[in-house]
């Protein structure tokens, strides 16, 4: 009787245990997040897609808003067209022009809306965009974005991580920048079409810390889950032999 509970309590530990690993994983997996086709490196041009999950199973998500940092403005920013959805590029002038490859820069983009579509329960929807110059003078840049639900709900997905801090319950999407790319300047000034087919050549360095920790996570969960039913098991067959 007693190894016959043991068993089921070795079970029951392990099972819940990868149960509860997978769960914060899945939770993590869901937030709005930012990622390079390739290198995002400083100085040059990149294509990002931008990641949106829809969390909630009653809703469906219907409009999609990022906000541009005005701290680093990018001068160029293009939308790749996204199959029934409606996209608008919001500019706005600059309190401080912006010199790039010698032309002088008035305004920015500072908000990309993206409408009409529906996202729904249990799918994600990619939006790229080609974005550049990327800054020089920080590594990473940090877009604020606002999803809203057709029952008018809208999540702010706008608190910035700080470093050596738990990540926080609505985080911003960051995108990581690389070291400048080196070859002159031509490496800068290229179009963001040619930024990411040399991307294409090298493997994503950056991917969301989000993504990356929820698979290691529910990595971790399924070997434990597994431990623990392997050891039931071998627990049990000891006390019968």
Known sequence: MNAARSRTRFAVVGSVAAGSVLLLSGTAFAHVTVQPEGAAAKGGYAVV????????????????E???PTDHPLASVMPQPVPGWNVEVTKSKLDKPLTVHGKQINEAVTKVTWSGGTIEAGQFQKFPLSIG???????????????????NEVVRWIQESQKGQPEPANPAPTLKLTAAATGGDDDHAAPASNASATGEKTEAASSSDTDTTAR??????????????AFGVFAGRRRSA
């Open 66 to 68: 990022v906000n541009f």
């Open 216 to 229: 290691i996570l529910g990595v971790v969960g399924i070997v434990v889950g597994i431990a623990g039913v």
């Open 133 to 151: 110059s990327l800054p020089s003078d920080t590594d990473q840049l940090v877009f604020k974005a606002l999803q809203t639900y057709d029952n």
């Open 49 to 64: 897609d931008f990641k949106v999950p829809n969390e909630r199973d009653n809703a469906k998500t219907v409009k999609v």
